[in-house]
């Protein structure tokens, strides 16, 4: 076969592409995957900083493979609702939460996934189907906190000798207190314990609470671990030392500024563990499709400076 040179240099250009390397996959611009989490209003907070080292532990690095939208609100749900429907605006790959900011997150997206990195009882909040199977778009990590609720009385009753008289206190706009509540009063009535329950809803209340409990007796109380307790900790510390109610929360960081005495999960595990949730989602996990967590780390913290400062604790 005869071959022109124009031919020839056809021939040629054809063999180079052959012989040419297939573009890898790193040469070709990796998807970013845009992650919305609310509430945060404070990116260094330690527990969104644990979610975004479980991040990075997956090989997340935020501007190359993924990039995180963080919108802050206070705990009215109205607000957390407007900033859940700002993310899913955007829209986001996947929208990850906490506490009431869950049921707000739902409320804005029946498509996009949500995942919960710690919620009290997702089964009252009716966020879940059931812990195995979830159903719908939401997933996450249970607190357990209708289960750890007799735990708690039943540490406090234990350190406070000839304790007769306990109170509870608690945010009634969370649903899925109420269970721990019929807890506690179950619990409580086994040891021959009176019990009094104290709603709180904002605030300025707390004052008040901790008045009502000093009047009637109360030699000790129980503080249910809402979002907006958690952000009043110090406050609410410092009034039960000021009152010399010996008191039990849920978590270190209530006794970490004062609190006495602390039960529950290790949050900075769970919220790492929410990336892992994260990254199946991204990968093509459904939600429907991963069950309920429950935590499997719990830790006591009892704060000695105030323990001692206490003369009724044993």
Known sequence: ??????GLICLLLMVTGLLAPLPTSAQRPEKISRIGVLPACN???PHWAAFQQGLRDLGYVDGQNMRIEYRCSDLEHEKLLAMAAELVR????VLVTAGPGAVAAKQA?????IVFAVVADPLSERLVASLARPGGNVTGQSLMGTDLAAKRMQ????????????AVLWNPARPS?????QEIYTASASRGLSLDVLEVRSPPEFDHAFRTMGDTGVGAAILLDDAMFHQERTRLTTLAVQRQIP???GHRDYAEVGGLLSYGPHFPTLFRRAAIFVDKILKGAKPEDLPVEQPTKFELVLNLNTAQADEVIE
């Open 247 to 249: 008191a039990i929360y």
């Open 43 to 45: 990116r260094t907070d």
């Open 155 to 166: 540490l406090l009753a234990e350190m406070v000798p000839g304790l007769r008289r306990l």
């Open 1 to 6: 076969m005869r071959v022109t040179g124009i």
């Open 177 to 181: 207190f109420a269970s721990q509540v």
């Open 109 to 113: 997206t029946m498509t996009i996934p």
């Open 90 to 93: 955007l829209p986001v790959d």
